[in-house]
Nanobody, 125 residues
Framework: QVQLVESGGGLVQAGGSLRLSCAAS????????AAWFRQAPGKEREFVAA???????NYTDSVKGRFAISTDNAKNTVVLQMYSLKPEGTAAYYC???????????????????WGGGTQVTVSL
């Protein structure tokens, strides 16, 4: 089974930046879709960003222009670079991958098979 481990979360002041990483147990991001979701206390899980092996990306409107999803050169890590963080960005962030070769940056949680354990991002004033 694919294992995903997120890192990079922490406490940051509003307007600051964080770089989240999702390390996979194998070279899967060269063929499988990957995404980041987040869930704030008392709220439903929310799609944040997705990337396909071809480099196609999709972002939720609230983060466009501020967040960037990418893969590293080894193709086994997915990164979410977050700039201009806002307090409403406070949430547990989860990476996910599709579990199969696919080419569309889909946004539904049901489109993803494997999930990491999450990393907490807290944005303070």
């Amino acid at each position: 089974q694919v294992q995903l481990v997120e890192s990079g979360g922490g406490l940051v002041q509003a307007g600051g930046s964080l770089r989240l990483s999702c390390a996979a147990s194998g070279r899967i991001f060269s063929t499988h879709r990957a995404a980041w979701f987040r869930q704030a206390p008392g709220k439903e899980r929310e799609f944040v960003a997705a990337i396909t092996p071809s480099g196609s990306t999709n972002y939720t409107d609230s983060v466009k222009g501020r967040f960037a999803i990418s893969t590293d050169n080894a193709k086994n890590t997915v990164v979410l670079q977050m700039y201009s963080l806002k307090p409403e960005g406070t949430a547990a962030y989860y990476c996910a991958e599709s579990g199969r070769a696919t080419w569309l940056p889909r946004t539904a949680g049901s489109d993803y098979q494997y999930w990491g354990g999450g990393t907490q991002v807290t944005v303070s004033l």
